[in-house]
């Protein structure tokens, strides 16, 4: 026969020949290996950069974040959001490993459950290990992108705890020690490079306290404080009653701090005077004293992931039922008695 019938014969056949090798993968190890290796991947990439609080197809507000994120990765931080690795988990990076984790786990329970009883005990055990596992992976992903969160250019002043401004969770005060990501149950914290952190508060000739300035929009302080770094060099603020503006750049990292201070009218805006100063010290302007004392701050990233037990978990059983398939491999591949 001819025709359009045989021409659709020929089109279900391949179809079943295509369905039949696809279902033959899923099963297989190659794209077993593959989806574990793309997971566990990204999982490290999306601890280690910093992780955009909005969907990449939010595009003003990603521009925003991305605008206002200074890390240790610039000047590549805008080269990065733009391949998506700052957003991975609103991103196809992460979407299509895990889509093909999750067609692997529902190919392998099928087939598992189609020859449950023709399995030896042993190899029954292995497999519904390997699909423990692999469930708590995807379970894990799925906590993390539903309850997950992260924040990034967090400030840790010496001996004072920090409170996180998205959940006010508290942490300790950071010190010296040797330090692990690990924090809490889920919770990571990252160290940056550290940042210089001035004190800074100025008084009149008769000694009293002058209120300060951060910007035209904050309140008075008695007190206010700086942070000043590669990726933020410069800082502003100013005394309203005696008609100053005082400009603090970052000329020297750490641990030799030098810093250079440029005070202003804010009336004209002309250049009064400079100073360049190495760890702090007092400057004198229109009979006030300012006093800058500086300090080392650690700059942190936190990462809130709930899944993460689970997901430990499952990579746990995953590597079991790896050691239970050498364990296999090695008990068919020995000798019988019979035939030594």
Known sequence: MSGPFVQLDEDKMRGRQFMEWLW????????????????????LLSLWLP????????TAAFSRWVASIHTRLDPYTEQLAAWGLLSLKTTLWLRLP???LGLIVAARATTLCERWRDLPRFT??????LLLGLLGI???WVIQLQ???????????PGEEVTLPRSSYVLPPVGDEPHTPWHGFGLFVFRDEPALGLDIQ??????EIVPLLLSSQSAAQEKIRLILSHQLPDGYFGIPEADLVFRVTLQQTLPTTEFQTQIYRSSSGALITETTLRGGGVIFADKIQLQLDSLSVLQLRVVYNPGAPVTFAGWCLV??????????????KAPQPNEA
């Open 24 to 43: 033959g993968r899923l099963n297989g190890s190659a794209f077993l290996k593959l989806s574990l290796v793309l997971v566990g991947l990204i999982s």
């Open 51 to 58: 992780q955009a609080p909005v969907p990449f197809n939010e």
């Open 98 to 100: 895990l889509a093909l």
């Open 124 to 129: 029954r055990t292995r497999q519904a290990l």
């Open 138 to 140: 995807l379970s894990g």
């Open 147 to 157: 309850w997950g969160w992260s924040e990034t250019g967090i400030h840790a002043w």
């Open 202 to 207: 100025a008084r009149n000739e008769d000694g």
């Open 319 to 332: 590597a079991i039922s790896a050691v239970l398939v050498l364990v296999e491999q090695r008990t068919h």
